[in-house]
Every structure is written in C-alpha cells, then in structure tokens.
C-alpha cells in the first residue's frame, strides 16, 4: 500500500543505501538516497522529506554537519532526522542530538527493526506530543490510562505519585525519543521551580522499581527515553 511519507537516506556506504532503500519501499514508502553530506542536502531540498535517516560518519560533511545546514532552513525545522551510527559513545550522542537530531538508529542494521523505527518515527512525527485526555495507551503488559490518572503492568495498579505519572505520560507520548535532562525539568516541574540536580533520576528509579525495568532507558549524559 503506497504511503504519502518521502524518507531521505543518507549514507556513503552503497550496500546500506540499497538495502535500506529497498525495505523503505516495499512498506509503500516514497525513499531517495544521496551518497553524501553536499548530495543530501540537495536533494532534501527538492524533494522535502519528511524523515531522513543520517549517516553521522562521512567523509567530506559528516553527519552533523549536514543536520546543523538542514536545520538552519525553515523548511526543515520540523523534519525527524534519524542518525545511523555504530558509535555508543555519550559524547557523539550529545554533539548529534544537540546539532538537532531526533533519535538514533544503531549499525549493523537489521531490516525488520529499522523498518519498526521508521515507523515509529513517523507516528511520533504525525501524532504530535499531545494525547487526548480520555485516551489508553498500551505498550506489551503497560497501560497508561490518561482519563483515570492510573498505570498498570499486567492490569495491575502500580499505584504512581503525580510527578511520576506525569513523567510516564511524558516520555511514553513519543516512544524512541531521547528527552532531554532539561526538556524534562522543564515540563515536569516547570522552569519557575527550582529542583535538585537528582530529582529527575530519583522519580526514574521510582518508576522502575514500579512498572520494571525495561520501559525506561537511559542515555548517558544526555537524558532518558522510554521503548518496549
């Protein structure tokens, strides 16, 4: 079935290019690819994606670079752009994010989880961070209940405070994006209230003693995500 979304991939490596562009469009997907930081952002102007997925290691323009071009235009200042990266390092991590990007997509890649990311992305990108009030989400054995203020692991209240319900909603209303240490501080408690450094990382380890584990992520040194 033929989807509106146009994906831009960008990557030096032709195989990855291939292979990447190939699983795009048998999901219905409008795909380009460009080869290279000068050749991306030429073609993220004429065909205006609305994700692209980035390869932060290149010769010539890396990665960043072309995120930091691309969003200094206008007409890209609400494009998701995803970084390919085999790097784990906090340090390449919090210079990709801080250059405007989205989230990260880790090599090697494995076709049927990089096609779920996608996915995910572009739901994310779509729905926006709001959530209707009297709306369930469910995410395997986790259920949000918005309208009743309540969380549940395998239909069992876990009984949240406010500040952690609220953090849940948070992070659970785009799954797969890194939020930020002070994006958080901000929606949370608001940038009027003045909070300990820890206090985000207190509530985290609350919620995980809660719902588990395996929800919640952290991103070292740049802030946390959730993902099931």
Known sequence: MAKNEKILVVDDEEDILEVLKYNLE????????????????????????????????????????????????????????????????????????????????????????????????????GSGSDISKNEILQFGDLEIDYEQFRVSVKKVDTGLAKKEFELISLLASKPGKVFKRNEILAKIWGNDVIVGDRTIDVHIRKLREKIGDSYIHTMKGVGYKFDF
């Not at 065909?47 to 969003?71: A, N, S, T, W, Y």
């Not at 890209?76 to 390449?92: C, G, Q, V």
């Open 26 to 125: 048998k999901e219905g997907y409008q795909v380009k690819t460009a080869a290279d930081g000068m050749a991306a952002i030429a073609v993220a102007e004429e065909f205006e994606p609305h994700l692209i997925v980035l390869d932060i290691m290149m010769p010539g323009m890396d990665g960043i670079e072309v995120c930091q071009k691309l969003r200094s235009m206008p007409k890209f200042e609400s494009t998701i752009i995803a970084f390919l990266t085999a790097r784990n390092e906090a340090f390449t991590q919090i210079t990709a994010l801080d250059s405007g990007g989205d989230d990260f997509i880790n090599k090697p890649i494995k076709p049927n989880v990089f096609k779920s990311r996608i996915s995910a992305l572009l739901r994310r990108h």
